[in-house]
């Protein structure tokens, strides 16, 4: 609730934090430095120290983008608990780095720097708290217009808001039928009344299609008195949707968004990719020249394999992986189809024949996907997603199954670290949708990391 105020807050207490964590850490190194800490020797330069920083102001960043939040309504106490924590978590991930590298550093300048920064981070946070609450439209008293069980869920959520400035003021019923939240400020006939007489910064209209001409009146009395409002719609079902404001050609749309992240997570993923893709193809290149040169010699036909696969939205590309089977698989395949192990409209059968010998060690290393980080580079594919189906595949997706072409197709999924090839088809598409519901880059950047593992075993691959 409130989530534009709370994103706002969100930012300011990380950009405090980073400024924190950074004074802490040339505090702490100055201190070091002092003749108190003569007899310890001489501590090193402290351009030395600056990669340090920038892991643990990295850290603090990933942890806001993987969802971290920050209390608002909190006493002192408490913070201290929450930020001292914190600061653990990632000095104990600095020091088992630092001890698995050998890295010599100062024990005492770390100590220093953890307990400063605790300090600092609590100390700045306060004092934004405070400047805040004395700013101009902070604290908003509420009062909700509506009927049925929404307010109701409403008011209570006001009321666990007070770190946020927000105060609820009471309700105004739509209807009179003796179900609206306490306490009540007078029916919506009395509005103008109710706005003269109390003080209230906002009102929020919770309707539905069969209220919105009865609020019409009241609306608009609230725009003339200067009291800001907020329409709360809740007439079109949802269940998976994100739900934003946007305009088109100035006029006010709400858009029901089918996939996860904002328009930074987008961008963020799409710069991963490119940085991934990149580092894949470049510095793997001598390995995939070697695959090539297997691949040609060991049967007829061409070094690379470019099948037409469906992307976001039922987009058509072709997709490039390093060949693994006799060149006229794809006419062999119909022969086999009795012999098809998954269920659904996918195909997958053990020792299938079309593989050939190098075809079949490509494929348990998934070197033939290598390719594949060109789709990713030119914009086609994505490091993580759903795999790209074939065309014959989507034309027998049940229709809760196209939600997965919501999202840019993946090189790896969460299919692929649950069991690859071992799930059954259903399984593979909630994985999909569990995976789209779910998104973040945090996400994005486990399943990258447990698909390591998942190719070394080779676990589910045939």
Not at 66 to 92: K, M, N, W, Y
Request: hydrophobic residues 50%.
């Amino acid at each position: 609730m409130f989530e534009r105020r709370a994103t706002s807050f969100r930012l300011i207490f990380l950009s405090l934090d980073l400024i924190a964590w950074a004074l802490a850490f040339a505090a702490a190194w100055r201190i070091r430095q002092s003749p108190y800490f003569a007899s310890q020797g001489e501590i090193a330069p402290l351009v030395e120290y600056l990669p340090f920083l920038a892991v643990a102001l990295s850290a603090l960043v990933l942890g806001a983008l993987a969802g971290s939040r920050v209390r608002r309504g909190v006493a002192v106490l408490d913070e201290v608990g929450d930020v001292a924590r914190g600061t653990g978590a990632v000095f104990i991930a600095m020091f088992v780095v630092l001890f698995a590298l050998r890295v010599d550093y100062s024990r005492i300048m770390f100590g220093l720097w953890a307990v400063l920064a605790v300090v600092l981070v609590v100390a700045l946070r306060r004092m934004a708290r405070s400047v805040a609450s004395n700013m101009d439209g902070y604290h908003r008293r509420v009062a909700i217009v509506g009927d049925g069980q929404l307010p109701h869920e409403l008011a209570k959520a006001l009321q666990v808001q007070g770190g946020l400035g927000i105060e609820y003021a009471g309700a105004v019923p739509i209807h009179t039928d003796g179900k609206t939240p306490m306490p009540c400020l007078g029916t919506l006939s009395d509005i103008r009344r109710i706005i003269q007489e109390n003080v209230i910064d906002e009102v929020l209209f919770v309707v539905g299609h069969a209220n919105l001409a009865d609020i019409e009146v009241a609306f608009m009395t609230c725009e003339e008195m200067g009291v800001e409002t907020r329409l709360v719609l809740d007439f079109f079902p949802h269940k998976h949707s994100r739900i934003h404001l946007d305009h088109v050609d100035g006029y006010p749309a709400l858009s029901f968004d089918a996939a996860a992240g904002d328009d930074l997570g987008r961008l963020l993923k799409r710069v991963f990719d490119i940085l991934v893709s990149l580092c894949f193809l470049v510095l793997g290149s001598p390995v995939y020249a070697l695959v090539a040169l297997a691949v040609k010699l060991d049967s007829k036909g061409p070094v690379f394999f470019s099948q037409e696969r469906v992307g976001r939205h039922g987009r058509p590309f072709k997709v490039h992986k390093f060949r693994s089977m006799v060149t006229d698989a794809e006419e062999l395949k119909a022969a086999l189809m009795a012999q098809n192990e998954r269920d659904g409209p996918a195909f997958k059968m053990k020792d299938d024949p079309r593989v050939t010998r190098v075809g079949k060690l490509i494929r348990k290393t998934s070197l033939d996907e290598i390719p594949q980080f060109y789709n990713v580079l030119v914009g086609e594919m994505s490091i993580v997603g759903p795999r790209p189906p074939l065309p014959n595949e989507v034309a027998q997706y049940d229709h809760w199954q196209r939600r997965r072409l919501s999202v840019r197709p993946g090189i790896t999924c969460l299919w692929q670290v649950s069991g690859r090839g071992d799930v059954d088809f259903e399984t593979w598409m909630r994985l999909d949708l569990q995976y789209i519901d779910n998104w973040s880059l945090w996400l994005d950047l486990k399943i990258f990391l447990m698909t390591i593992p998942a190719v070394l075993l080779q676990k589910g691959s045939s």
